[in-house]
């Protein structure tokens, strides 16, 4: 069974840093690039950051570059977004998901067709 569980979440303040991980199971992970998403309250889901199936490039919204860096362990089947300095609106539920990606060269935030059930981080003074 294609799975994803997110973790890592929690209650920090501004200029903290967290570092959420991602495990998957069920699948064979080298074959598909990643995605972490965040859905804000009374907001629409965005995507964060992605990473080839290699794990050979990345990318980021603008708005987290600098600050946040997505990685992967195809071996220990386990994905990561280190998050530091982090602010007030970065608060939301977390995801991570999956889309095939064997053999493309760049991610970007379209068409994921799995994904995990979400981890709440919360930036808050």
């Known amino acids: 069974q294609f799975t994803l569980v997110e973790s890592g979440g929690g209650l920090v303040r501004p200029g903290d840093s967290l570092r959420l991980s991602c495990a998957a199971s069920g699948f064979t992970l080298d074959y598909y690039a990643i995605g972490w998403f965040r859905q804000a309250p009374g907001k629409e889901r965005e995507g964060v950051s992605c990473?080839?199936?290699?794990?050979?490039?990345?990318d980021y919204t603008d708005s987290v570059k600098g600050r946040f860096t997505i990685s992967r362990d195809n071996g220990q089947k386990r994905l990561y977004l280190q998050m530091n300095n982090l602010k007030p609106e970065d608060t939301g539920v977390y995801y991570c998901a999956a889309t095939w990606g064997y053999g493309k060269g760049y991610c970007d935030f379209g068409n994921y067709d799995d994904w995990g059930q979400g981890t709440q981080v919360t930036v808050s003074a």
């Open positions: 990473i080839t199936a290699s794990g050979g490039s990345t």
